[in-house]
């Protein structure tokens, strides 16, 4: 699905973690993929993330869900929104936003967040970290955004919704139904509905920060190094002054760190598994009834598709030859051959068919399994 008036290449040049764009009445025809109910529905599902905001007199109080159903009729007619985090996970028409984005790679995808305002609601001025497009669902709400904040950027005290001390917009827009707003990193912005039933869709992305990568790659690094791993001189030399670590001990206690540091390798498959970690991994997507060796082929047989769960995360690393390690849900698996095409499908396409040739390969018949065992495809349910 392509976006109405949006050059990509454009995009990429002057927008792309540069500057914000507003993007009008983008869709061909817009259709507000879940209606306000089903919102407040999700809301009250335990495994589901939600967030219900309100204000009064300069006061923001934030409610954690899951929220009892009684929550909503209690709440006034002004000043309070509803946030759902990954509603693309549950509602297919939801992670259809996706697909006009997916010029950027599924490794940076992070989720679509719903919200829902009543008259005057929204989350305050704030910055996020990561890069969004605001899609404009139902109503109206009034974006207004500032000049690039970072970390020293004064913050109003109480934390949770990080809201910023200082906002001085320099452009505002009203949205509408179908127009879409493109916010770059730690630029700081306030939406507010204007007018009752307002719900925008944040299709956000994700970059991994510094602190996070290293922290997150030593924790893997050590679980896999053993205590006689350590400094060793066997060369050692008499030296005049005992106090002094010279520089040939300094190079080689370097050199322990960097090995394994450098080793790009060892890296690309432990970032392709950390990355393609679900988003909640303790969500358990498993089938009730698992399929045994052999059962795809009567499963898949009559060009029924294969989809990819929304909630699962794909991603591959070729690799010289004809290899690929394909990344699903923090597993890896190497494929080679037709496995090696399948897999590059699989993370193409949300939904594919298999063809009967195919289907005769062994690994693609066990890639699959493997792969429908753990949640991470299903097979489209007839009708
Ligand atoms: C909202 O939909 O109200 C908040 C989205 C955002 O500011 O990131
Ligand atoms: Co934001």
């Known amino acids: ?52 905001i309100a204000e009064t007199d300069g006061t923001w109080n934030v409610e954690n869900g899951p929220l009892p159903e009684t929550r909503f009729g209690e709440l006034g007619p002004k000043d309070w929104t509803l946030l759902v985090q990954a509603t693309d996970h549950y ?53 207004q955004v500032g000049q690039i904040c970072n970390a020293d950027t004064p913050m109003l005290p109480g934390g949770d919704l990080r809201q910023l001390a200082e906002f001085e917009p320099t452009d505002e827009w009203i949205l509408e139904p179908g127009d879409i707003l493109y ?70 206690l370097h050199a322990i760190l960097t090995e394994k540091m ?36 009567s499963m898949l047989a009559n060009g029924t598709p294969l989809l990819r769960n929304p909630a699962s995360r794909f991603s591959f690393i070729r690799h010289d030859g004809n290899s690929v390690s394909l990344f699903a849900d923090g597993d890896c698996y190497t494929c080679t051959d037709e496995a090696g095409y399948l897999a590059e499908q699989i993370c193409a396409h949300g939904a594919i068919t298999i063809s009967p040739e195919m289907l005769e390969s062994d690994p693609v018949a066990a890639l699959i399994t493997k792969l429908y065992n753990k949640g991470s495809l299903a097979f489209e349910q007839p009708g």
């Open 91 to 143: 509602v297919p028409e939801v992670a259809a936003l996706i697909e006009p984005f997916r010029f950027i790679p599924n490794w940076r995808i992070d989720d679509v967040m719903v919200s829902y305002a009543a008259d005057g609601g929204g989350v305050g001025p704030h910055y996020d970290q990561y890069d969004v497009f605001l899609i404009q669902g139902l109503g109206k709400r009034r974006w």
């Open 262 to 297: 450098n080793d790009r390798e060892y890296f690309a498959r432990w970032f392709g598994q950390y990355n393609s970690t679900r988003k909640y991994p303790d969500m358990d997507w498993a089938p009730e009834k698992q399929l045994q060796p052999g059962e795809v082929h």
């Open 1 to 52: 699905m392509q976006l109405h008036d949006f050059d990509i290449d454009v995009f990429l040049r002057d927008h792309w973690q540069k500057k914000p764009l507003l993007i009008k009445n983008a869709w061909p025809s817009w259709d507000n993929p879940i209606t306000p109910d089903e919102l407040a529905g999700l809301a009250c599902e335990p495994q589901i993330e939600s967030r219900l």
């Open 183 to 252: 916010v770059p990193p730690r630029i700081p912005h306030n939406g507010t509905a204007i007018g009752n039933d307002c719900m925008t869709y944040s299709v956000g992305f994700r970059a991994p920060s510094r602190a996070e990568l290293i922290a997150d790659y030593c924790d893997d690094l050590l679980e896999h190094l053993d205590s006689d791993d350590r400094y060793g001189d066997p060369d050692l030399q008499p030296q005049s002054n005992p106090g002094e670590i010279s520089a040939q001990a300094i190079d080689r």
